[in-house]
């Protein structure tokens, strides 16, 4: 049997799938992969416009970030996180490069449910209070706090599951608020958070945890006024304000931080995927010289074995420098300005499947109707021809719901654009 049909098959025989009926996966046999592309066993390529999970920023097998995991690997491939090693005290700089003003400290975690699950225990500990206001339509992650804190379609049973409480972020194309622009969609948002803070006892609340940009719901491009005015509820209640950058952290929109786009001031930030491409798992919590302040003389009632692993440290040093040297994260601003936001724009006025197209650098979704008037998004049926035309046409991308995510690499050129751009093409006018 060649190396794919035995990699499907022991796939099937042994690997428990995360969000699947084990018996309906039908998986690709990934072999390999290089810059945007990867491969199969037969050598068959597809342009990766999923980065796998939203998190191939710099690309695969990026050659400097390899080269410092293997170093890394010989010299020191695990240490406590109770001692001191130069490559965190290096990775943790190399984020606060980027963080915005006013960040202190990293602490680091495996991957990005368990950055938020930190980033809730410290607001609590600082505020001394409970609740967690974070919205529907979120995605946290899926560990015990960050799956209830998650407001998306997925209801997970949790039975630590305390003090969370939901409210509507803004969705202009599918308002509910009865808004007629994006700025009264942002000013009736903010409202209705405030609303629901006063509601449930401003004294009760520690903090609004947000997505900057909310990924795998949509991604929903914050309306003008929105992150401002939520940054003015929180300062009013003396509520933390959490931003999850995990998906759109480190370049995905086309700036080191979502946030940077809004200028907004947070209190501390979580982060995963791009920070290093997803070589190796891990994610964090920055944290602000205030809350920072309140765990110097305080326990931090928290930690984990691998926090701050050395060969997860060693990329996340590797990939920064790499994106900083190379220009990655002005790459995906350029391309979605000038390539893939235009384009995708010319296919949502050609294609009446199409309901809307939203979204900044490489961070896109194309949402599917089966009637414009209506909104009414389409079914699973067409979402899986959507998906079987775009593979045979050598292009994976990331489905949820009635949407395209076209989230590529940040090193994504012009001319795999235009590839991409022609197969979406060609699938849509199958849909229409
Ligand atoms: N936060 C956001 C915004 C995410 O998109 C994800 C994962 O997709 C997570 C948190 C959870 O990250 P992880 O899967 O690394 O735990």
Known sequence: MDEGATSVELDRAHVFHSWSAQGSLTPLAVAGGRGSEVWDHD????????????????????????AAIQEQAAVLPTVSPAHAALVRGRAAQAVLRHAPPGMAKVFFTNGGADANENAIRMARVHTGRDKVVSTYRSYHGNTGAAVVATGDWRRVPNEYARGHVHVFGPYPYRSEFWASTPQEEAERAVHHLERVIQAEGPESVAAILLETVPGTAGVLVPPPGYLAGVREVADRYGVLLVLDEVMAG???????????????????????????????????????????????????????????????????????????????????????????????????????????????????????????????????????????????????????????????????????????????????????
């Open 43 to 66: 050598g068959r390529r597809y342009l990766d416009l999923s980065s796998q999970l939203v998190n191939v920023n710099i690309g695969h097998c990026h050659p400097a970030v390899v």
């Open 250 to 432: 480190f370049g995905r929109t086309g700036a080191w931080f979502a946030l940077d786009h809004w200028g907004v001031r947070p209190d501390l930030v979580t982060f995963a995927k791009g920070v290093n491409s997803g070589y190796v798992p891990v994610g964090g919590v920055i944290v602000s010289e205030e809350v920072a302040a309140t765990f110097e003389d305080r326990v931090f009632p928290g930690g984990l074995t691998y926090s701050g692993h050395p060969l997860a440290m060693a990329s996340i040093v590797a990939a920064v420098e790499a994106m900083e040297q190379e220009g990655v994260v002005l790459n995906a601003a350029r391309v979605g300005a000038d390539v893939l936001g235009p384009g995708l724009a010319r296919l949502a006025a050609e294609h009446p499947c199409v309901g809307e197209v939203r979204g900044l650098g490489v961070f896109w979704a194309v949402e599917l109707v089966t009637d414009r008037a209506t909104r009414e998004p389409v079914g699973a049926g067409v979402m899986g021809r959507v998906r079987t035309g775009l593979l045979e046409r050598g292009m994976l991308a990331f489905l949820v719901e009635n949407r395209i995510h076209v989230v590529p690499p940040c090193v994504v050129t012009d001319a795999e654009v235009h590839r991409a751009l022609e197969a979406l093409d060609a699938v849509l006018t199958d849909i229409d």
